[in-house]
T-cell receptor
Framework: AQTVTQSQPEMSVQEAETVTLSCTYD???????LFWYKQPPSRQMILVIR??????QNATENRFSVNFQKAAKSFSLKISDSQLGDTAMYFC??????????????FGKGTKLSVIP | NAGVMQNPRHLVRRRGQEARLRCSPM?????VYWYRQLPEEGLKFMVY????????ESGMPKERFSAEFPKEGPSILRIQQVVRGDSAAYFC????????????FGDGTRLSIL
């Protein structure tokens, strides 16, 4: 079974600064996908960034980038130039073929990020 | 809005009643996942359905919970004889087809049990 661990329940960052959220996972699969989702107070689940395990290059989406270390099973999210709208819960998630026909997502418990003006 | 539509947004039930949560996938999507989010937790997989078929229900509680995705109409997550522990946010996600495809989430239904 896959597990996803986010060791930082809460973090804060000053507006315009950079913050890194950590995530580790455990799997015996070789082909899988990793994601960061953002859940603002409105409770929507918004995909921030995704990474395919077979790609060595780290994914980047505007101010968001990841540091994917496959051997260490680590997948951290870096947010640059933090904005007030980045305040949210951030969930790390993992997907691999389940063997039962699905690519269900396995989520960590989340990191609550507060951006301070 | 062509996104995943869930309704109701908030559902209140008394213990012992039935709860029905509906999910209409994005246009062109025929695969639906249901997840449950307990307070202060991440989302947990419940069930994966294609039109008229349950493909993976390994995350569904063995009793009181059922799901369907009929040929016509939305997917339904049904909880019979609700208990306080069923209070949670229930999210639906859809994807276009087989193999790995990104899942697009609805806004969730918050179920409160009195």
């Amino acid at each position: 079974a896959q597990t996803v661990t986010q060791s930082q329940p809460e973090m804060s960052v000053q507006e315009a600064e950079t913050v890194t959220l950590s995530c580790t996972y455990d799997t015996s699969e070789n082909n899988y996908y990793l994601f960061w989702y953002k859940q603002p107070p409105s409770r929507q689940m918004i995909l921030v960034i995704r990474q395919e395990a077979y790609k060595q290059q780290n994914a980047t989406e505007n101010r968001f980038s990841v540091n994917f270390q496959k051997a260490a099973k680590s997948f951290s999210l870096k947010i640059s130039d933090s904005q007030l709208g980045d305040t949210a819960m951030y969930f790390c998630a993992f997907a691999a073929y389940s063997g039962a026909g699905s690519y269900q997502l396995t989520f960590g418990k989340g990191t609550k990020l507060s951006v301070i003006p | 809005n062509a996104g995943v539509m869930q309704n109701p947004r908030h559902l209140v039930r008394r213990r012992g009643q039935e709860a029905r949560l509906r999910c209409s996938p994005m246009k062109g999507h025929s695969h639906v996942y249901w997840y449950r989010q307990l307070p202060e937790e991440g989302l947990k997989f419940m069930v994966y359905l294609q039109k008229e078929n349950i493909i993976d229900e390994s995350g569904m509680p063995k009793e009181r919970f059922s799901a369907e995705f009929p040929k016509e109409g939305p997917s339904i997550l049904r909880i019979q004889q609700v208990v306080r522990g069923d209070s949670a946010a229930y999210f639906c996600a859809s994807s276009p087809g087989q193999g790995f495809q990104p899942q697009h989430f609805g806004d969730g239904t918050r179920l409160s049990i009195l």
